[in-house]
Nanobody, 121 residues
């Protein structure tokens, strides 16, 4: 499975961005998907994740401002980020938890390359 992220960029505080993460490959099923972020000098932290059944979980800082969603027909994950703050600046990484239908099946987690979000004050 390969992941391609898009949607990062520079935005002013209070603005919005929508990140996308598209998965491609052969003969696989995706289960959980999510976003992490890493700010300069800080550890990577969970932003939000969504199960195959659509159950969502958010980091405290994301609640009420960010919305995670997925389009299973397109194997694509989204993150709508609203009311952005300078402290949201960082590299955002998507991940997918999947099973590749080989013989035997292979379960793995794949990470995107990261997309930079910069929020100016």
């Amino acid at each position: 499975v390969q992941l391609v992220e898009s949607g990062g960029g520079l935005v002013q505080a209070g603005g919005s961005l929508r990140l996308s993460c598209a998965a491609s490959g052969r003969r696989f099923n995706i289960y959980n998907m999510g976003w992490y972020r890493q700010a300069p000098g800080k550890q990577r932290e969970l932003v939000a994740e969504i199960t195959g059944g659509g159950v969502t979980h958010y980091g405290d800082f994301a609640k009420g401002r960010f919305i995670i969603s997925r389009d299973n027909s397109k194997n694509t994950l989204y993150l709508q980020m609203n009311s952005l703050k300078p402290e949201d600046t960082g590299v955002y990484y998507c991940y997918v938890d999947y099973v590749e239908h080989n013989d035997p099946p292979v379960a793995a987690i794949e990470w995107g390359q990261g997309t930079l979000v910069t929020v100016s004050s």
